[in-house]
């Protein structure tokens, strides 16, 4: 068996589509055409959106006869989390550092 690749959950939110399903999604699971009802884009459209989405781990899908439901699954929303965390951290070090370089030349 041959794992798909993991897509990067970053890329996965960069569109404002996969965005909206995403918003969607955290109200309750729902189907394919329940999706695509919200959206002015063919249902096939959707379900590139809904794949790329899954793949990055951030929508499962469950089979339920012959529909598909879908839900959001936020556990991969932590490495954002993460990041963004990280990029504070870090431009709050570097403002502190800039501020307290400007008041010591102030003196």
Known sequence: MVNQPKHDVLQAISDPTRRSILKLLTEKELSIDEIAENFPISRTAVNKHLYFL???????????????????????????????????????????ALKKFVEEDLK
């Open 54 to 96: 899954s793949i990055s781990g951030l929508v499962i899908s469950q089979k339920i006869g012959r529909e598909t439901r879908y839900r959001l699954n936020p556990d991969p929303l932590v490495e954002i989390q993460n990041w963004l965390t990280f990029l504070e951290n870090y431009w709050e070090d570097k403002l502190s």
